[in-house]
């Protein structure tokens, strides 16, 4: 008996040692446990690994221990919430059996075997604020376009940043985040430099036996998508917040439209790590740049990308498989805050079309003027950008003044017309000054040091007739097609916006604007401006009207 005995509390203590050794002390606890999520509207609809728990400001529900659960959290009229849970607190049980095991598997304690996530349990309250109000467009604000989110970088590892960083409770994630990057790019700066003063030394040391390393260089393209899939969900936003001119169809307000697009430089994944229990989970932040611009493209300012997305489940390949959401959401918060900012207010704050505010300026008549379409040739010019585009010109002095589309003469930076030169008949390129411009009538002046021998005469008088027979003079598509004159009708004047629009049924391409529009008699009756562009729509054209432009850019003989 007493073999037996002693036997059996050896089979005892044996078992104990396994059973903890084994990581399976646990089986007898409970494998889920309940939660309650709250949040403050009555409309949220919860979801917990892409399954709906419910709907109200009080949700409650069963998960499993000892993982980590992603929480999606929709409210109309709001940007998502996206939260995880974590399995991150020791169970009651755990810590009494822990206890009980130190005497007896200390091998096994400090191998980690007693860390099993299934004595780990959740917090059961979570609270969540709803926020990421979504802004709607009030009445005096402009309309806005989205025109591309660019991913722009030297390469795709260029692109991509990781930075690991360890979970703290009870603290500001995102401030958490943006102190430990920055701790680590102080520490990559301190061993570069450690690195370059110990290859110093060495260099010194070993004087003319020194050698210095060779590295493989493998080149890398520059990796650019000038336009990605995340745009649409914005384009969406715009639309619901009534930020799109949904009633023009042909003519937008251009004055009162701001056209927005983003560069993204750096897109930086956030692993974030808790001790031995706790799964990992994960967030994303951007680095780069909303620009707003006018309908000429000049950059009217810009603003930080700096939100953070929210958080995912980092665990099974998850990550990977739901970046784009990240990625999305990130800039969906971006967005968002771009709207609400008070200086992006102030720039979409409605405007008034104002007169040209300089003084009068008077120009010599001109002295030999255009009779017919043959004599425009020698009045009209290519305008050449210096970014290789062109527009087209014309003489309306013969002493060198000349007249185009602003537009044709913009470049990205505010109020700074790009430096162009204009080509002659003959091909002799000169220097251009631009003399004024009105960007609310898409008109610019330019002088260059020219003896035209023909000129169009500027007329203030409206001899504009519906369906009169007109033609244009330009360079069509391309500079090699300069003084292409192309003949049309002049449909009818239309309003739109406060201004007057010459309606053409003619043929207008990329390089007519800025031309002239007159008759066979060569009389001046406007400017080419834009063209209708659709799916099976040609040759409808738009143009300003001749008799305005003396009052728009403050212009007399």
Request: hydrophobic share 35%; aromatic share 10%.
């Amino acid at each position: 008996m007493k073999l037996q005995k002693g036997t059996f509390f050896s089979t005892i203590i044996l078992l104990i040692v396994l059973l903890y050794s084994s990581s399976c002390a646990l089986i007898f606890a409970p494998k889920k446990q309940k939660f309650k999520i709250t949040t403050d509207n009555s409309e949220s609809v919860v979801y917990v690994d892409n399954v709906k728990l419910g709907k109200g400001k009080s949700v409650t529900g069963k998960v499993a221990k000892g993982s980590v659960y992603d929480v999606i959290i929709q409210t109309p009229g709001y940007l998502n919430e996206r939260k995880v849970i974590l399995s991150d607190k020791p169970g009651i049980l755990y810590h009494f059996f822990f206890l009980l095991d130190i005497p007896l598997a200390y091998p096994a304690l400090i191998s980690g075997a007693f860390y099993d996530p299934m004595g780990f349990r959740a917090s059961v309250n979570h609270h969540y604020e709803i926020n990421g109000y979504l802004s709607s467009r009030e009445e005096d604000q402009k309309f806005i376009r989205l025109s591309n989110i660019e991913f722009d970088a030297k390469s795709k590892q260029d692109l991509h940043k990781e930075i690991y960083c360890k979970y703290k409770k009870n603290t500001d994630l995102n401030q958490l985040l943006v102190e430990t990057e920055e701790d680590q790019e102080e520490a990559r700066k301190e061993q570069e430099e450690k690195d370059a003063l110990r290859e110093a030394k060495k260099k010194k040391r070993l004087g003319k036996r020194y050698k210095e390393k060779e590295y493989l260089e493998e080149k890398e393209d520059e990796f650019n998508v000038k336009d990605s899939k995340f745009s649409t969900e914005i384009a969406e936003f715009l639309r619901k917040g009534g930020y799109n001119d949904t009633v023009s169809r042909v003519f937008y307000d251009e004055l009162n439209t701001v056209y927005l697009s983003a560069k993204i430089k750096q897109i930086k994944y956030y692993r974030l790590y808790g001790n031995r229990s706790s799964r990992n989970f994960c967030k994303v932040g951007l680095d780069g740049y909303w620009y707003a611009k006018n309908t000429f493209n000049e950059i009217i300012d810009s603003f930080p990308i700096k939100d953070f997305s929210g958080e995912q489940n980092y665990a099974y390949g998850k990550f990977h498989n739901g970046l784009d959401n990240l990625i999305q959401e990130c800039l969906n918060k971006s967005f968002n805050s771009l709207l609400d900012e008070y200086k992006f207010k102030q720039l979409i704050k409605k405007e008034e079309i104002k007169a040209y505010q300089g003084a009068n300026l008077k120009i010599k008549h001109p002295n030999n003027v255009v009779r017919n379409t043959a004599e425009s040739i020698e009045a009209s010019v290519i305008i050449k950008r210096t970014d290789k585009g062109h527009g087209s010109g014309f003489a309306i002095s013969n002493d060198g003044y000349i007249l185009t589309n602003f537009h044709v003469i913009a470049s990205t930076q505010l109020d700074t017309p790009d430096k162009v030169s204009v080509l002659l008949q003959d091909s002799t390129e000169l220097k251009a000054k631009v003399v004024r411009y009105s960007k609310a009538h898409d008109l610019a002046l330019l002088k260059v040091e020219h003896e035209f021998p023909k000129s169009f005469e500027l007329n203030q008088q409206n001899n504009i007739e519906n369906m009169m027979n007109v033609f244009t003079v330009g360079a069509p598509e391309s500079m090699d097609l300069g003084q292409t004159v192309t003949p049309g009708n002049l449909a009818r004047i239309r309003e739109a916006h406060g201004l007057k629009v010459l309606q053409l049924s003619m043929s207008v391409n990329k390089g007519n604007s800025g031309g002239p529009i007159f008759d066979e008699k060569g009389r001046l009756h406007g400017v080419v401006q834009s063209k209708l562009v659709g799916f099976s729509t040609e040759g409808v054209a738009f143009g300003i009207p001749g008799f305005e432009i003396s009052k728009y850019l403050k212009i007399t003989y």
